[in-house]
Protein backbone atom coordinates (compact mmCIF):
# COMPACT_ATOMS: atom_id res chain seq x y z
CA UNK A 1 0.00 0.00 0.00
CA UNK A 2 1.53 3.30 -0.56
CA UNK A 3 0.31 6.89 1.01
CA UNK A 4 -0.86 9.05 -1.45
CA UNK A 5 1.20 12.64 -1.04
CA UNK A 6 -0.62 14.85 -3.68
CA UNK A 7 -3.92 16.63 -1.90
CA UNK A 8 -7.10 15.28 -3.80
CA UNK A 9 -10.16 15.73 -1.76
CA UNK A 10 -13.12 13.31 -0.60
CA UNK A 11 -15.12 15.42 -3.26
CA UNK A 12 -12.94 15.36 -5.81
CA UNK A 13 -12.23 11.41 -5.90
CA UNK A 14 -15.76 10.88 -5.84
CA UNK A 15 -16.44 13.31 -8.82
CA UNK A 16 -13.18 10.98 -10.55
CA UNK A 17 -14.99 8.34 -9.39
CA UNK A 18 -18.00 9.46 -11.28
CA UNK A 19 -16.34 10.59 -14.62
CA UNK A 20 -14.81 6.85 -14.40
CA UNK A 21 -18.10 5.51 -14.60
CA UNK A 22 -20.52 7.75 -16.79
CA UNK A 23 -23.62 5.33 -16.15
CA UNK A 24 -23.61 6.06 -12.42
CA UNK A 25 -25.73 8.41 -10.63
CA UNK A 26 -24.18 9.93 -8.38
CA UNK A 27 -26.12 9.23 -5.23
CA UNK A 28 -24.10 6.65 -3.71
CA UNK A 29 -21.25 9.38 -3.96
CA UNK A 30 -23.45 12.27 -2.50
CA UNK A 31 -24.43 9.61 0.44
CA UNK A 32 -20.30 9.12 1.40
CA UNK A 33 -20.16 12.68 1.21
CA UNK A 34 -23.00 13.67 3.63
CA UNK A 35 -21.97 10.42 6.00
CA UNK A 36 -18.38 12.83 5.24
CA UNK A 37 -19.92 15.85 6.72
CA UNK A 38 -21.62 14.24 9.86
CA UNK A 39 -18.35 12.58 10.69
CA UNK A 40 -16.57 16.07 10.63
CA UNK A 41 -19.03 17.66 13.14
CA UNK A 42 -18.62 14.63 14.86
CA UNK A 43 -15.17 15.22 15.13
CA UNK A 44 -15.19 18.75 16.57
CA UNK A 45 -17.19 17.33 19.82
CA UNK A 46 -14.44 14.24 20.22
CA UNK A 47 -11.77 16.73 20.19
CA UNK A 48 -12.98 19.07 22.34
CA UNK A 49 -15.18 16.54 24.42
CA UNK A 50 -12.64 17.33 27.94
CA UNK A 51 -13.51 21.02 27.38
CA UNK A 52 -17.20 20.88 27.68
CA UNK A 53 -20.01 18.81 29.32
CA UNK A 54 -20.66 16.13 26.77
CA UNK A 55 -18.46 13.47 28.66
CA UNK A 56 -20.10 10.92 30.78
CA UNK A 57 -23.61 9.33 31.27
CA UNK A 58 -26.59 10.30 29.50
CA UNK A 59 -28.70 8.81 32.04
CA UNK A 60 -30.43 6.43 29.51
CA UNK A 61 -29.71 2.95 28.61
CA UNK A 62 -29.79 1.60 24.94
CA UNK A 63 -31.98 -0.95 23.40
CA UNK A 64 -29.20 -3.39 24.01
CA UNK A 65 -28.71 -2.57 27.55
CA UNK A 66 -25.62 -0.32 27.64
CA UNK A 67 -25.38 2.86 29.56
CA UNK A 68 -25.52 5.43 27.31
CA UNK A 69 -22.70 8.43 26.71
CA UNK A 70 -23.39 11.69 26.02
CA UNK A 71 -21.59 11.97 22.93
CA UNK A 72 -23.34 8.59 21.70
CA UNK A 73 -26.28 10.78 21.53
CA UNK A 74 -24.57 14.03 19.94
CA UNK A 75 -23.58 11.91 16.77
CA UNK A 76 -26.45 9.76 16.56
CA UNK A 77 -28.96 12.56 15.98
CA UNK A 78 -26.26 14.37 13.80
CA UNK A 79 -26.09 11.36 11.74
CA UNK A 80 -29.69 11.03 10.96
CA UNK A 81 -29.99 14.75 10.83
CA UNK A 82 -27.45 14.94 7.86
CA UNK A 83 -28.71 11.70 6.09
CA UNK A 84 -32.46 12.76 6.57
CA UNK A 85 -31.89 16.36 5.10
CA UNK A 86 -29.85 14.80 2.38
CA UNK A 87 -31.28 13.74 -0.83
CA UNK A 88 -29.57 10.10 -1.04
CA UNK A 89 -31.03 8.17 1.64
CA UNK A 90 -34.48 6.83 2.07
CA UNK A 91 -34.20 5.59 6.27
CA UNK A 92 -31.75 4.20 8.64
CA UNK A 93 -31.13 1.73 11.65
CA UNK A 94 -29.22 2.97 14.33
CA UNK A 95 -27.34 0.41 17.13
CA UNK A 96 -29.09 3.15 19.66
CA UNK A 97 -32.45 2.89 18.52
CA UNK A 98 -35.41 0.30 19.02
CA UNK A 99 -36.33 0.75 15.31
CA UNK A 100 -35.58 2.07 11.98
CA UNK A 101 -36.09 5.32 10.67
CA UNK A 102 -38.16 5.70 7.85
CA UNK A 103 -37.68 9.41 6.12
CA UNK A 104 -41.51 9.47 4.31
CA UNK A 105 -40.91 13.15 2.33
CA UNK A 106 -41.23 13.24 -1.11
CA UNK A 107 -36.86 13.36 -1.64
CA UNK A 108 -35.73 10.13 0.81
CA UNK A 109 -38.61 7.83 -0.98
CA UNK A 110 -37.36 7.99 -4.20
CA UNK A 111 -33.49 7.27 -2.47
CA UNK A 112 -32.38 3.84 -3.45
CA UNK A 113 -30.34 3.31 -0.45
CA UNK A 114 -30.72 2.77 3.20
CA UNK A 115 -28.16 3.16 5.60
CA UNK A 116 -27.11 1.51 9.35
CA UNK A 117 -24.62 2.37 11.34
CA UNK A 118 -23.10 2.53 14.90
CA UNK A 119 -22.62 6.17 15.70
CA UNK A 120 -19.70 5.74 18.25
CA UNK A 121 -18.36 2.42 19.08
CA UNK A 122 -15.99 1.78 21.28
CA UNK A 123 -17.94 4.79 23.57
CA UNK A 124 -16.98 3.64 26.91
CA UNK A 125 -13.42 4.91 25.91
CA UNK A 126 -14.71 8.34 25.79
CA UNK A 127 -13.60 9.57 29.42
CA UNK A 128 -10.19 7.92 29.24
CA UNK A 129 -9.48 9.99 25.97
CA UNK A 130 -8.85 6.22 23.33
CA UNK A 131 -9.52 6.00 19.92
CA UNK A 132 -13.53 6.10 19.35
CA UNK A 133 -14.99 5.54 15.62
CA UNK A 134 -17.95 5.25 13.86
CA UNK A 135 -18.77 2.06 11.46
CA UNK A 136 -21.63 2.39 8.79
CA UNK A 137 -23.17 0.23 6.29
CA UNK A 138 -25.09 1.07 2.82
CA UNK A 139 -27.74 -1.07 1.04
CA UNK A 140 -29.66 -0.78 -1.46
CA UNK A 141 -33.39 -1.04 -0.91
CA UNK A 142 -35.08 -3.87 -1.51
CA UNK A 143 -38.65 -2.04 -1.48
CA UNK A 144 -40.06 0.01 -4.62
CA UNK A 145 -38.36 3.26 -5.05
CA UNK A 146 -40.98 6.24 -4.24
CA UNK A 147 -42.77 4.14 -1.36
CA UNK A 148 -41.42 3.84 2.36
CA UNK A 149 -38.74 1.55 3.65
CA UNK A 150 -39.87 -1.21 5.62
CA UNK A 151 -37.89 -3.45 7.54
CA UNK A 152 -37.08 -5.55 4.89
CA UNK A 153 -34.91 -3.02 3.47
CA UNK A 154 -32.34 -3.24 6.64
CA UNK A 155 -32.95 -7.43 7.18
CA UNK A 156 -30.48 -7.70 4.07
CA UNK A 157 -27.29 -10.53 4.69
CA UNK A 158 -24.25 -8.64 4.67
CA UNK A 159 -23.16 -9.39 1.34
CA UNK A 160 -25.95 -7.16 -0.27
CA UNK A 161 -24.14 -4.18 0.91
CA UNK A 162 -23.28 -2.03 -1.94
CA UNK A 163 -20.12 0.26 0.60
CA UNK A 164 -18.97 0.38 4.02
CA UNK A 165 -17.01 2.29 5.74
CA UNK A 166 -15.87 3.38 9.35
CA UNK A 167 -14.15 6.63 10.95
CA UNK A 168 -11.22 6.18 13.76
CA UNK A 169 -11.09 9.60 15.47
CA UNK A 170 -7.52 9.14 17.31
CA UNK A 171 -4.21 11.11 16.85
CA UNK A 172 -5.48 12.08 13.29
CA UNK A 173 -9.15 11.62 11.69
CA UNK A 174 -9.56 9.02 9.21
CA UNK A 175 -12.46 8.04 6.99
CA UNK A 176 -12.30 4.48 5.49
CA UNK A 177 -14.97 3.55 3.09
CA UNK A 178 -15.07 0.63 0.50
CA UNK A 179 -17.43 -0.28 -2.68
CA UNK A 180 -16.98 -3.53 -4.47
CA UNK A 181 -14.20 -1.71 -6.47
CA UNK A 182 -11.78 -0.91 -3.68
CA UNK A 183 -10.41 0.13 -0.25
CA UNK A 184 -10.16 4.05 -0.04
CA UNK A 185 -8.68 5.78 3.19
CA UNK A 186 -9.28 9.67 3.89
CA UNK A 187 -7.74 11.87 6.70
CA UNK A 188 -9.18 15.12 8.03
CA UNK A 189 -7.25 18.12 7.12
CA UNK A 190 -7.92 20.23 9.74
CA UNK A 191 -6.37 23.53 8.40
CA UNK A 192 -8.81 23.16 5.70
CA UNK A 193 -11.69 21.06 6.81
CA UNK A 194 -11.38 18.24 4.16
CA UNK A 195 -11.29 14.91 3.79
CA UNK A 196 -8.04 14.43 1.67
CA UNK A 197 -7.16 10.74 -0.10
CA UNK A 198 -3.91 9.33 2.20
CA UNK A 199 -4.21 5.78 1.69
CA UNK A 200 -5.53 4.79 -1.56
CA UNK A 201 -6.17 0.85 -2.73
CA UNK A 202 -6.07 -0.28 0.83
CA UNK A 203 -5.34 -3.91 1.12
CA UNK A 204 -4.89 -6.10 3.82
CA UNK A 205 -1.50 -7.70 3.94
CA UNK A 206 -2.06 -11.55 3.94
CA UNK A 207 -0.35 -12.27 6.93
CA UNK A 208 0.53 -10.49 10.50
CA UNK A 209 2.08 -10.67 13.71
CA UNK A 210 -0.89 -9.44 15.73
CA UNK A 211 -3.84 -10.67 17.28
CA UNK A 212 -6.69 -9.12 19.56
CA UNK A 213 -8.73 -10.84 21.64
CA UNK A 214 -10.20 -9.73 24.91
CA UNK A 215 -7.99 -12.17 26.79
CA UNK A 216 -10.16 -12.02 29.87
CA UNK A 217 -12.66 -14.28 28.28
CA UNK A 218 -10.20 -16.78 27.63
CA UNK A 219 -11.43 -19.50 29.59
CA UNK A 220 -15.16 -19.10 28.44
CA UNK A 221 -14.00 -19.46 24.61
CA UNK A 222 -14.28 -22.77 22.80
CA UNK A 223 -11.70 -25.02 22.47
CA UNK A 224 -10.72 -23.97 18.66
CA UNK A 225 -10.60 -20.25 19.95
CA UNK A 226 -8.20 -21.04 22.80
CA UNK A 227 -6.38 -23.73 20.38
CA UNK A 228 -5.90 -20.75 18.06
CA UNK A 229 -5.12 -18.10 20.61
CA UNK A 230 -2.25 -20.67 21.95
CA UNK A 231 -0.71 -21.30 18.94
CA UNK A 232 -0.64 -17.44 18.57
CA UNK A 233 1.39 -17.74 21.36
CA UNK A 234 3.73 -20.93 20.92
CA UNK A 235 4.40 -20.26 17.31
CA UNK A 236 8.07 -20.75 16.77
CA UNK A 237 11.19 -18.96 15.41
CA UNK A 238 11.22 -20.54 12.34
CA UNK A 239 7.44 -19.70 11.93
CA UNK A 240 7.96 -16.00 13.01
CA UNK A 241 8.03 -16.44 16.42
CA UNK A 242 5.11 -15.86 18.97
CA UNK A 243 2.17 -12.35 17.93
CA UNK A 244 1.87 -9.78 19.45
CA UNK A 245 -1.40 -9.42 21.31
CA UNK A 246 -3.15 -5.60 20.81
CA UNK A 247 -6.25 -5.13 22.29
CA UNK A 248 -7.74 -1.54 22.49
CA UNK A 249 -11.36 -2.14 23.65
CA UNK A 250 -12.60 -0.18 20.30
CA UNK A 251 -13.51 -2.22 17.49
CA UNK A 252 -12.55 0.59 14.85
CA UNK A 253 -9.12 1.23 16.48
CA UNK A 254 -8.42 -2.98 16.45
CA UNK A 255 -9.55 -3.60 12.64
CA UNK A 256 -7.92 -0.80 11.25
CA UNK A 257 -4.76 -1.08 12.78
CA UNK A 258 -5.16 -5.18 11.81
CA UNK A 259 -6.11 -3.80 8.00
CA UNK A 260 -3.29 -1.42 7.55
CA UNK A 261 -0.48 -3.92 9.21
CA UNK A 262 -2.09 -7.52 9.30
CA UNK A 263 -3.42 -8.66 12.02
CA UNK A 264 -6.86 -10.86 13.23
CA UNK A 265 -9.19 -9.46 15.45
CA UNK A 266 -11.42 -12.06 16.99
CA UNK A 267 -14.39 -11.70 19.44
CA UNK A 268 -16.12 -14.92 19.89
CA UNK A 269 -18.73 -16.36 21.85
CA UNK A 270 -18.50 -16.91 25.36
CA UNK A 271 -20.28 -20.10 27.49
CA UNK A 272 -22.03 -17.18 29.08
CA UNK A 273 -22.88 -15.11 25.68
CA UNK A 274 -22.67 -17.87 23.22
CA UNK A 275 -23.45 -15.40 20.20
CA UNK A 276 -21.02 -12.91 21.74
CA UNK A 277 -21.39 -9.51 22.33
CA UNK A 278 -20.95 -7.17 18.34
CA UNK A 279 -24.01 -6.49 16.48
CA UNK A 280 -24.24 -8.24 13.10
CA UNK A 281 -25.68 -5.23 11.22
CA UNK A 282 -23.80 -2.55 12.52
CA UNK A 283 -20.56 -3.87 13.33
CA UNK A 284 -19.54 -7.23 11.61
CA UNK A 285 -20.99 -7.03 8.63
CA UNK A 286 -19.54 -3.76 7.61
CA UNK A 287 -15.69 -4.75 8.65
CA UNK A 288 -16.62 -8.07 6.69
CA UNK A 289 -17.47 -5.77 3.83
CA UNK A 290 -14.53 -3.73 4.00
CA UNK A 291 -11.47 -6.59 4.62
CA UNK A 292 -13.28 -8.18 2.57
CA UNK A 293 -12.94 -6.45 -0.55
CA UNK A 294 -9.62 -5.58 0.76
CA UNK A 295 -8.12 -9.33 0.74
CA UNK A 296 -9.03 -10.31 3.98
CA UNK A 297 -11.87 -12.71 5.47
CA UNK A 298 -14.51 -12.79 7.68
CA UNK A 299 -16.60 -15.25 10.27
CA UNK A 300 -19.08 -15.94 12.94
CA UNK A 301 -16.56 -19.42 13.50
CA UNK A 302 -18.81 -21.53 10.98
CA UNK A 303 -19.92 -19.51 7.83
CA UNK A 304 -18.98 -16.34 6.02
CA UNK A 305 -20.12 -13.37 8.16
CA UNK A 306 -21.35 -11.86 5.18
CA UNK A 307 -23.87 -15.32 4.71
CA UNK A 308 -25.56 -14.54 7.37
CA UNK A 309 -29.41 -13.92 7.22
CA UNK A 310 -30.76 -11.27 9.84
CA UNK A 311 -33.60 -11.89 11.53
CA UNK A 312 -33.60 -8.77 13.95
CA UNK A 313 -31.94 -5.31 13.82
CA UNK A 314 -29.95 -6.02 17.11
CA UNK A 315 -28.78 -9.09 16.38
CA UNK A 316 -25.43 -10.03 17.51
CA UNK A 317 -23.02 -12.91 16.33
CA UNK A 318 -19.46 -14.29 17.24
CA UNK A 319 -16.80 -12.41 14.85
CA UNK A 320 -13.67 -13.37 13.27
CA UNK A 321 -11.94 -11.10 11.18
CA UNK A 322 -8.29 -10.60 8.99
CA UNK A 323 -5.88 -11.23 7.13
CA UNK A 324 -6.34 -14.44 4.74
CA UNK A 325 -3.52 -16.65 5.64
CA UNK A 326 -4.06 -16.04 9.47
CA UNK A 327 -7.92 -16.94 9.25
CA UNK A 328 -7.46 -19.88 7.60
CA UNK A 329 -4.88 -21.25 10.32
CA UNK A 330 -8.45 -20.08 12.88
CA UNK A 331 -10.82 -21.85 10.34
CA UNK A 332 -8.23 -24.91 10.73
CA UNK A 333 -8.26 -24.91 14.66
CA UNK A 334 -11.91 -24.47 14.84
CA UNK A 335 -12.75 -27.07 12.54
CA UNK A 336 -9.91 -29.50 14.29
CA UNK A 337 -11.73 -28.71 17.83
CA UNK A 338 -15.33 -28.54 16.72
Known amino acids: MSINRKVQTLDEFTIQQLRDFPQATGELSNLLRNIGLAAKRVNVEVNKAGLVDILGDAGTVNVQGEKVKKLDVFANDQFIKVLQHGISCAGIASEELDDFVAFDDEKSIHSKYVCLFDPLDGSGNIDVNVSIGTIFGVYRRVTPVGTVVTKEDFLQPGSSQVAAGYV ?45 VNHGSFFEFDKGVQSYITACQQKSKEQGGPLRQRYVGSMVADVHRNLIKGGIFMYPGTSSKPDGKLRLLYECNPFAFIVGVAGGKATNGKIRTLDIVPSSLHERCPFFVGSKLMMEELETQLDQNG
Not at 182 to 207: A, Q
Request: aromatic fraction near 12%.
Open 168 to 212: VYGSSTMLVYATRRGVNGFTLDPSIGEWTLSHPDIRCPEKGKIYS
